[in-house]
């Protein structure tokens, strides 16, 4: 795999896995108006984020303090022939620039190798970002598409493409 270096990370900085059933309706709309806030509103991207997946997924809860700073999902295969999905990756815009991203990704590859070892791995990576997923192994692996008004590309974890 390749060496990734974290940054100091700031004290406070907690990340905590957890499945949908064990997130508490408060935790669950706080996740959501996250998501709703970056995704939609930030970027004007009026995309249906409720998609039905996150009832199957796990999702990765980065907090500054109490406050929810950042977010992942992980959908695990749903068949054979397709890969674990990381999606939804999100750090609030006052915490940019500081490694959680990073942090967020090295717990999500962790995860994967401890739980799903050997299995292939995909997201779809907004296109400005590609360098960033690029940095922990991923390789585009199709041609950039428009995905509700956001420039996105397919990648795959190199080691398992």
């Known amino acids: ?13 907690t990340t905590r896995w957890q499945r949908f059933d064990e997130l508490s309706a408060p935790a669950l709309y706080e996740l959501l ?3 709703q ?3 939609v509103v930030e970027q004007r ?16 809860l980065l907090r500054n303090g109490g406050d929810l700073a950042g977010c992942l999902r992980l959908l695990p295969r749903v068949e054979i022939t397709l890969p674990i ?8 815009a006052g915490h940019r620039r500081r490694g959680l991203g990073r942090k967020l990704m090295v717990e999500a590859l962790s995860f994967c190798g401890q739980h799903y070892s050997g299995q292939p791995i995909g997201l779809s990576a907004q296109l400005h ?7 922990f192994g991923f390789i585009t692996v199709g041609q950039p598409y428009e995905d509700f ?6 990648m795959e974890h190199s080691e398992l493409a």
């Not at 999905?85 to 609030?92: D, E, K, N």
């Not at 970002?129 to 940095?135: I, P, V």
């Open 1 to 13: 795999m390749t060496s990734i270096i974290l940054p100091k990370i700031a004290p406070g900085i």
């Open 33 to 35: 108006r996250f998501r």
């Open 37 to 39: 806030q970056i995704f």
């Open 45 to 60: 991207s009026p995309y249906p984020d409720l998609d039905g997946l996150d009832q199957r997924a796990a999702h990765l």
């Open 85 to 92: 999905r990381i999606g939804r990756v999100a750090i609030a």
């Open 129 to 135: 970002l590609a360098r960033f997923y690029e940095s």
């Open 149 to 154: 008004g956001v420039a996105h590309v397919e």
